[in-house]
Every structure is written in C-alpha cells, then in structure tokens.
C-alpha cells in the first residue's frame, strides 16, 4: 500500500523533527563539581523557555486517586469505566481502556493474584519499569541517563530505611510472583544487572521519580523520567517541571547561560534551611550547599514576630494536619480561626507557622463554602508568597488563581481581573499559553472583562 504523503504530514514531521533536535541541543550531561552527574544548558537558554519534555519510562497512578483519575491519560474524570478484572484500573472511555491494554495486561494478572491487597505505588511502578523494559518495541535509545546507572544509594543509608525497602522489595517479589516462570529468565537475559535485582531497583525508583500532579499541583501519579532524573537539587531553582497528562515539561524560570547547570527543586522550598537540609537527606542521601542554604536565605523573615507566640503556632501545626488529613473541616477551621486570633499582631503575616496555618484555613473555609472568608485568608497569603518566591512558580501562580476565582464568584471583578493578570505573568512562564490550565486562565480572564463591560453599559 502507498502512503499518500499530503504537505500537512511534511510539515509536521519537520516541525517534530526539528523540535526533537533543537531540544535535545538544549541540554547535556556533565559532571558537576562536587555534586557527580548533573545537566548544563549547551547554549543560551530565555525565561520561560521549554528546555525539554519527556514521556516516562512508566508510571502509574497513585492509589490516593486510583478511583478519581484514568489510569491512562491520567485526566480527572467523574465516572470512570472499572477493569473488570482486576477492578483497580480505570478509565474514561473503552478508548483509554484499550490504549492502556499492552502495559496493563500483565499487571492486571499481577493485580488480580495479590486481591485484596493493593501493591504500593512504588512497588506497581518497579513492575511497570520491569514490564517496560521487557518490552522490545519500547526503545530508549536517545536517554541520556540509562536507569542501569541511577543511583540506588542503598551503601549510603540508614538501616531502618533499608528495612523499609526491604519489605517494598518483598512484595515485589509477591506481586510479580505469578507472572515470575515467564519473568525470571527474561529479567536476567533483558535487563541490566543493577535492576534484576529487586531492592535495588525499588530503591532506585523511591529516589529518582518524580510525582506527576495536575493543573492545580495536585499528585495524581508517580513516573520515571530517565532523563531527568539526572537533574541536581537547588532550594532556587533555574527550572521548574509540570506536567500535561503523563507528559513532563522543563521549564526555564531564570535566564541560563551556556555551560550553567540546570536545577530543579526536589522538595517544597518555603521552609527553613534547617528542616529543607533534613527532608533532603533523609530522601535523597545530600548535603544541600545551594547559596540558598548556605546564607540560611529568609529563615529569620519565616521566623519573624514573637517566638512564645509563633511556638504556639508551629506546636498546633501536627494536630491541624491531622484534623487536615481526616478531612475535618469545621474542626479545623475553629482551631485555626482561634489560634490566628490568639497571637494577632504579634506574628507577621511573613512567619512561616502562621502562613501554614492560614493557609490551611483557606482550604478549610473553601471547602465549607465560607466564600468571604476563604477571599480574606488567600488575599493574606499572596504579599507573603510574592516575597517567598522571587522566580516564577507554580505555586505562586495557582494560589493567585485560587484568589482570583474567589474574587470573581463574589464578583469583585476589578479585583478578580487584576489576580488573574498576575497569575498570568506567572503561568506563561512556567506552563506556557499552550498549557490547559492557562486556556483556563484567559478564558477566566475573557469572561471578567465581559461582565466589566456589560455592568458599565447596564449602569449608564
Ligand atoms: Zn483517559
Ligand atoms: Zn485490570
Ligand atoms: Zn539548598
């Protein structure tokens, strides 16, 4: 049979093809000094740049959101199709389902032996990896960072931490038993010796992928990104990741010169240098010396105000987050509504607890439908994060959003308008225009400026 060729097809292949290799010039690996392998830009890299994106190796939806989100495009839906056999994935539509149908079928064997337990995230994505690289038609060939070389850290770290893998490793094991006559010998024939063996690549997976989160930074699903797993950590970082789909892009969110190194952010950044030092070693086995962490940049504004006052804060913090979990609403309202009170004027808005908390009562106020409210806790929190957050930020940008709507459904539509505008010098940056959640935006944006208009014209 001819393939028929139209211009559409030619052109599109040499867009593909030239966004392929212009990307891939972007960036290359290198041994950064004192940090082993990192990335660096290979030419002049503007703000707000795509540096590079990339499909996972696998990955899976995390259990929290087995039942909310498709386990193939990984779009929120609210009525999803349930695989009848093993009744853990789901889907939008028979055409996710049957799109999903090569990955998932040995899964789904492997899901139905282990019934009624559930595997760990981090167990069905080691299994989805296997299956992946059992798969001949999957080449990886352009990786610049083979998971055979990922670092596993397992010489490196705690022994209760090693307990834990362990038993990960176990129920690996478990859960791929029945597809194991067929495995085993494959593993050993197919895959590179550091992965067959089980812990060791349980433990490569829990420190090198990544959370895939929505439009609002919400984790639906965990993957691995070869790639850029090779990215080094910097508490301010020149990049940021976010995600379309399963589909991960790298932004640039500084202007980078050639020969610097890319940076991403591992953890959450607005904490003290202290417990980001922590999270960071307890997770990812480093030092943090990032300039950030060696000047101890804004830990005394995040501990600004009265301590006895803020100690009561940051002493409430476990119970709110509890009440938080649990979904308790009411309760956690009361008691943020009351301790923000007690210490009034005596904390700044700047303090880290109290931020906490407030936002937190912007959760529990939105949740409840306490409009008003929740327009006044997200109004405090913004001055806060524009000073938090110097560079463009996810982050930053959703909570203006968040404010944003709660402005325009109490129809303060200057106020709505101006929000978005800032929200949207944030997400051009870091999503671009092309992303859902800026279409989003603008159309948020379109629908302000109308209902300006049509006041203005109703009023004269
Ligand atoms: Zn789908
Ligand atoms: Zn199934
Ligand atoms: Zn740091």
Not at 108 to 125: E, G, H, I, N, Y
Request: aromatic share 6%; glycine share 4%.
């Amino acid at each position: 049979m001819t393939h028929v060729v139209s211009d559409a097809d030619v052109n599109t292949a040499r867009f593909t093809w030239r966004e392929n290799s212009a990307m891939a010039a972007r960036m290359e690996r290198f041994v950064s000094p004192g940090k082993g392998n990192g990335v660096r830009a290979t030419a002049r890299i503007r703000r707000g740049e795509l540096v590079y994106s990339a499909e996972p190796l696998a990955s899976c939806v995390s259990n929290k959101q087995a039942r909310e989100v498709c386990h193939h495009c990984f779009t929120r839906c609210k009525t999803l199709l349930r695989c009848s056999q093993c009744k853990m994935a789901r889907y939008c539509n028979t055409t996710c389902q049957k799109q999903a149908w090569s990955g998932h079928k040995t899964e789904c064997k492997c899901l139905r032996s282990l019934l009624p337990r559930a595997p760990t995230d981090s167990v069905r994505l080691a299994a989805r990896i296997i299956f992946a690289l059992l798969n001949p038609s999957h080449s990886r060939s352009g990786e610049l960072y083979p998971l055979d070389e990922h670092e596993s850290h397992l010489d490196s770290m705690s022994e209760h931490k090693r307990q834990g893998l362990s038993q990960l490793a176990s129920m690996l094991e478990l859960y791929l038993q029945q597809e194991v006559p067929h495995l085993a010998q494959d593993m050993t024939s197919a895959l590179p010796p550091s992965c067959q063996e089980t812990l060791s690549l349980i433990a490569k997976v829990t420190c090198n992928c990544f959370t895939i989160s929505d439009g609002e930074l919400q984790e639906i699903g965990v993957g691995l990104y070869p790639s850029l797993s090779l990215l080094n950590h910097d508490c301010r970082p020149n990049c940021v990741m976010v995600f379309e789909g399963t589909n991960l892009q790298l932004r640039a969110v500084q202007d980078i010169n050639a020969g610097e190194e890319l940076t991403i952010s591992y953890i959450e950044t607005l904490v003290l240098t202290d417990e980001r030092r922590k999270q960071l070693e307890e997770q990812y086995h480093f030092i943090c010396h990032c300039q950030r962490c060696d000047s101890k940049d804004k830990d005394s504004l995040m501990l600004s105000g009265d301590e006895s006052a803020w100690q009561r804060l940051k002493e409430a913090l476990p119970g709110l987050e509890k009440l938080k979990a649990e979904s308790n609403w009411e309760a956690l309202l009361e008691s943020c509504n009351h301790l923000l009170s007690a210490v009034g004027g005596e904390v700044p808005d700047e303090n880290q607890y109290k931020l906490r908390l407030t936002d937190m009562a912007l959760d529990a106020s939105i949740q409840l439908g306490l409009w008003e409210d929740a327009l006044r806790y997200g109004q405090k929190t913004l001055p806060v994060y524009r000073q938090y957050y110097p560079d463009p930020h996810p982050v930053h940008g959703v909570q203006l959003m968040r404010v944003g709507k709660l402005q325009h459904y109490l129809e303060h539509l200057q106020d709505a308008l101006e929000t978005f505008k800032q929200a949207h010098q944030i997400i051009k940056i870091t999503h671009s225009d092309s992303h859902p959640l800026t279409t989003d935006l603008l159309m948020k944006m379109e629908e302000c400026r109308a209902e300006i208009a049509q006041r203005s014209s109703s009023s004269r």
